[in-house]
């Protein structure tokens, strides 16, 4: 497995932007997909994002596409994730994630607390 440190949390207000990195160590860490999920107080944890291994592939959850931008530099072994015009409703815990191509997510960050005032 890696392991994964998230950073870059805080509180904003609404409109405004933060930048998530999630920095990996351990195996290979462009031998994994990676991606971003959330998780607020009294819900499920949701997926948000994630890229491929070479970076071509993207997906987004539809609530936040063209707001959020997934993206890695695997030369410094660092996710992120750009979130641009957030709303109260961003407000959560986010977490970083990896899997290999066809398992499933299971190596995760401790997270990061965003909170979006309104």
């Known amino acids: 497995q890696v392991q994964l440190v998230e950073s870059g949390g805080g509180l904003v207000q609404t409109g405004g932007s933060l930048r998530l990195s999630c920095v990996a160590s351990?195996?290979?860490?462009?031998?994994?997909?990676m991606g971003w999920f959330r998780q607020a107080p009294g819900k499920e944890r949701e997926f948000v994002a994630s890229?491929?291994?070479?970076?071509?592939?993207?997906t987004y959850t539809n609530s936040v596409k063209g707001r959020f931008t997934i993206s890695r530099d695997n030369a410094v072994n660092t996710l992120y994730l750009q979130m641009n015009s957030l709303k109260p409703e961003d407000s959560a815990v986010y977490y970083c994630?990896?899997?290999?191509?066809?398992?499933?997510?299971?190596?995760w960050g401790q997270g990061t607390q965003v909170t979006v005032s309104s």
């Open positions: 994630a990896a899997k290999a191509l066809l398992g499933t997510f299971d190596s």
């Open positions: 351990g195996r290979t860490f462009s031998s994994y997909v």
């Open positions: 890229v491929s291994q070479t970076g071509n592939s993207i």
